[in-house]
């Protein structure tokens, strides 16, 4: 079809990025804007929804006002998860969402998980998934405890993406993916959902990400084009990166760093979300908590620019000069899942000025990555050779050969930085039929611009580097867990 195009929209943590492609591939354009984080209370991390909606309202009204959208085939969406909205039976959010960071319930989930047996994991999810401070049951139960009246007049709990299309088509709708830690093959696990009362009246219809939700309602931007259902940002930032095939590796590196194998070989290990097969693709995750958000964090201490902390990183090199500095600034997900862990610069003395301290802090995330490597590993019985890589963080050389001397193996990278919005591009045209298969799409429109490979001579200090960084949080384990915020 003449002018044939697809929209792809990421509500992402930090900021909502969307793409407007061609069916070949061309990036025609794209569109970012972010918003803030609220953090109100200690562990809290909080966002207004409304901030996602009028991200997508002027994406959609960008594109339309400046390009030929009359051959626009679907718009696909993508967005961070286990981020949490309670919406009343209009559809308004009842109360800021709990984004993934917020760790205040985890207390209640430690008492969900300790009714649940690791048999019982392996039988519903194929692996020891545990039920943390980011997972849906445990903010619904939060909720339901803290904000009974919040909880009384919830109709739906939805994750951003859905709760966009929800205010866009009229239709609540998710996919089984997204639903991960509450969805066997057969869909909800009615025996886990049973923990919280309440809780199963509350969450969406589960679709394949390719089905259309709806069409986007009279009077809105790019008003009548065909809605898919879309997927989490991993899964969306997976295909957006190339990543579709068994023994494919990725990383996504955002505010948080994505780690991911697909491989039919499962073996279950601690630490690693195993997706449920989709369409013939098995997934082993690893999502950590702080990869952009550390640089972020540290930028903002400095009054600089992330882009300016990674120059200032690149004027150090690598020796016992560097710190080591732990990126738990808000406890950690994968592999190590604990929600008291915090971050730490240790090993400084007179040597360590900002630049050490900017390297470290690249570092400390590509520590963090290995060991989610080793983790995936394990569990998708071996040791990528190669990873595709995307993401605003994947835009930064110095710190893409840092992540690769690493893991010991190298990262490819995709010549469109957004790799979750390309995904969710590309999930539009396979429900729009533009595509035959998931397949097809992901190797017509994807496409790569720079491979790194490990550099000589660092391997011994990256190695040892990484072990002290495993025993560090050890060290300091008893102490976090022990410390009370106040």
Known sequence: MRNATLIGIDVGTTATKAVLLDLEGNRLADFAESYPMARPAPGAAEQDPRHWMAAVLGALAYFEQNHDLAGLQGVGFASQVNTHVFVDAAGEALRPALVWQDSRPAEVARQIDATITEADKIRWFGAPIPVDASHALARIAYIARHEPQVFAATRHVLLPKDYCILALTGVAASDPVAAVGLVDAEGYVAELLARVPGAE??????????????????????????VVVGAMDAWAGMFGVGVVDDGDAMLQSGTSEIAGIVSSSINPT???????????????????????ASLMWFARLLDKTPGDVVALAGQSSPGSAIPLFLPHLQGERAPLWDAHSRGVFARMDTRAGAAEMARAVLEGVAFSVGLAFDALSASAGGRPALAHTGGGGARSALWNQIKTDVLGFPLKRTSVPDAAAVGAAILAGLGSGAFPSLRAAVHHLVRYDTEYRPAPGLETYYAEKAAEYRHLYDALKSFNVNYREG
């Open 201 to 226: 009246r509350l969450l969406p219809p589960l679709f394949d990400f390719q089905h259309v939700a709806g069409r986007i309602r009279p009077g809105l931007p790019c008003a009548g084009a065909p």
């Open 270 to 292: 601690p630490g690693v979300i195993l997706f449920p097969p989709y369409h013939g693709i098995t997934m082993h995750a690893a999502p950590t908590q702080s990869g952009g």
